[in-house]
């Protein structure tokens, strides 16, 4: 629909898509005994439902598109923060985690300034945005580390397939020109990431 340029027809399916991701955690989760944990991830899944119908109202109100872009990267960061506060509390070595989060947070931004032109404003909103999730894969990573299990596997697939389609979003939205296959790439990860974050639920004891 979005290379079509139906655009509303675009937003109405991206939020039937999204409500799936969600409705899969809420259900994943209803039988974990952690409800707080398993609270922190469904709202951080409907943040991001909510941020992946923003992303695209961007083209349907063109006058306020970077506004609008600008709010769904915050409702994505808020998710984020969110799946960081359930994971924070599981890892036992939270230090070497931040740092080797932080570290590849300057080198990823290093390359992405290099390859996309955008306004201060957009590269402040993307030094927060993709040092949350690279925080939050380290984190999953650390986690899994300490504590190898189902859930911990499946979570860590799932963020590093969220993280790896931000990217592609990014260079894709920014670069020098737009190619319909990077959105089919961006859009593929990004779900199954979603859905590999609800699924883990199911293994949280």
Request: glycine letters at 8%; one cysteine or more.
């Amino acid at each position: 629909m979005e290379y079509k340029k139906k655009f509303v027809a675009a937003v109405a399916l991206k939020g039937a898509a999204s409500f799936c991701f969600v409705a899969f955690g809420v259900l994943s989760g209803s039988l974990a005994s952690d409800t707080l944990f398993v609270n922190r991830i469904v709202i951080g899944l409907v943040l991001g439902g909510v941020a992946d119908i923003l992303l695209n109202l961007r083209f349907v109100f063109e006058t306020y598109g970077k506004k609008i872009f600008l709010v769904g990267i915050l409702c994505f960061l808020s998710g984020h923060l969110l799946y960081l506060a359930a994971l924070i509390p599981n890892c036992t070595s939270l230090l070497l985690c931040i740092a080797i989060g932080v570290a590849l947070t300057v080198l990823v931004l290093i390359w992405l300034f290099s390859k996309i032109t955008v306004s201060l404003t957009f590269k402040i909103f993307g030094v927060f945005y993709i040092g949350a999730i690279m925080l939050m894969n380290s984190i999953a990573v650390g986690v899994l580390t300490a504590s190898p299990s189902t859930y911990s596997i499946v979570f860590v697939i799932g963020a590093i397939f969220f993280l790896v389609s931000d990217i592609v979003l990014i260079l894709n939205t920014f670069g020098p020109k737009q190619r319909q296959s990077l959105r089919v790439t961006n859009l593929s990860l990004y779900y199954i990431g979603q859905l590999m974050i609800g699924l883990s639920l199911q293994f949280v004891r």
